[in-house]
């Protein structure tokens, strides 16, 4: 095995594991549906998720400064143990009244992992291979959401969706303790303080804030996560109530829109290493704008299945601004950097749920479609205005 990889297989078994546990219930077809079950109505599962990406939005630009300065691992500790937690709490009919806060307080914890092993795999990626190494991220983190979808969708036809809460419960223990492990190796190398760069936080903020080319990275993650809000959100729903699947094979269409991104992300990430990035992004925005309005013609299973393999192919681009990141942003600041974009990656989901569920409830379902085709037409424009900057090592 390549020495390279090697040093990076702990992290994105990490990111595997954090991918099992967050599909087989909460960011899986489980939990609209399970929400769905307990009476709550579409407007209040858009509030949920809301809640959820608020979560998120406040605290992941701040997780990914802090891991700039203390050893990165300790934050993914902290997600795992205070998600185990979370997940068992969302099976008390009790706390019905608070999954707000319950939504809120997993989107603070839950989002850790995102910019801290990210962040893990820019400081030892080799620099030519950063497109490769970004992808293989959103490889093994896709990995988990399918396998995970599959597992809380069958678990929840065949049991009851609170045991696959269990579940993503226990999978967060074992993801804590194998990170445990990794940390104490870590640890005989480096110390737990460390400080990344000699720039203080606020100057670190104040240089990333002065990159143009980083806000419309920026922007471009805020309408990516527009789009799949909808489709994370919404699509269950609309498989559900206006397709007439069943819970198993909602999982199934979300399987597959996963499976194809499992073979397209790393070849794009192999080519953007090769040919450059815009023109890859460029082309999966679009295809991805026409097949999102495919959507409002599928009637059957096997037609929703093709057109969400279809879809799915434009979310490799996600793994093409994360290279571009890389490049543009000072290698002392990678974990800020990555926290800022993962913030408004959030704000995509924060603002993309309250508004596709009033365009649910006031328009049609079908045109959540609409809005979210012409939003990836919108963001074209944007790619051809990024800038390049050789990253720092």
């Known amino acids: 095995m390549d020495s390279d990889f090697r040093l990076l297989l702990p992290t994105y078994l990490i990111v595997l594991l954090w991918g099992i546990s967050w599909g087989v219930s909460v960011n899986g077809p489980v939990m609209p549906l399970y929400v769905k079950s307990l009476g709550i109505e579409v407007m209040g599962w858009s509030m949920l998720v809301m809640s959820w990406a608020a979560g998120m939005v406040l605290s992941e630009w701040i ?3 802090m891991s700039d300065r203390v050893n990165r691992r300790i934050f993914i500790l902290i997600s795992m143990l205070c998600m185990s937690i979370i997940f068992s709490l969302y099976t008390f009919e009790g706390l019905i009244p608070y999954f707000l806060i319950l939504q809120f307080l997993f989107g603070v914890f839950g989002i850790i992992p995102a910019p801290i092993t990210r962040a893990l795999l820019q400081d030892d990626s080799p620099v030519k291979s950063i497109g490769l190494s970004m992808s293989l991220w959103w490889v093994f983190i896709t990995l988990g959401q399918m396998v995970g979808s599959l597992v809380g969708s069958y678990i929840a036809q065949v049991s009851s969706f609170r045991h696959s809460f269990y579940l993503s419960s226990l999978l967060s223990l074992i993801g804590a303790l194998a990170v445990s492990i990794t940390l104490r ?9 460390e400080r990344k760069s000699s720039q203080g936080t606020v100057k670190g903020l104040g240089t990333l804030i002065a990159i143009p080319s980083l806000w419309i990275l920026f922007l471009l993650a805020f309408f990516a996560f527009m789009v799949i809000s909808a489709l994370r959100s919404f699509l269950p729903l ?16 979300d399987a597959a829109f996963f499976m194809t991104q499992l073979m397209v992300a790393p070849l794009f990430g192999w080519l953007s290493d090769r040919v450059g990035r815009k023109h890859l992004m460029v082309s999966s925005l679009t295809l991805s704008s026409l097949m999102l309005l495919c959507y409002l013609f599928a009637k059957t299973s096997s037609q929703l299945l093709l057109v969400s393999i279809g879809a ?17 942003t000072p290698s002392g600041l990678r974990g800020a950097a990555l926290g800022m974009y993962g913030s408004f990656e959030d704000l995509g989901l924060f603002i993309g749920p309250i508004l596709y569920g009033l365009i649910w409830t006031m328009y049609t379902p079908a045109f959540v479609f609409v809005v979210s085709s012409g939003t990836q037409i919108l963001s074209i424009p944007l790619v051809f205005l990024i800038g390049r900057k050789p990253r720092t090592d």
């Open 63 to 65: 997780w990914g400064t």
């Open 185 to 193: 190796r870590n640890n005989r190398q480096k110390p737990l303080m």
């Open 238 to 253: 609309y498989a559900s109530e206006y397709v007439g699947l069943s819970t198993l094979e909602v999982g199934m269409v």
């Open 312 to 328: 799915s192919m434009s979310f490799s681009m996600s793994s093409l601004l994360l290279a571009l990141l890389s490049e543009i």
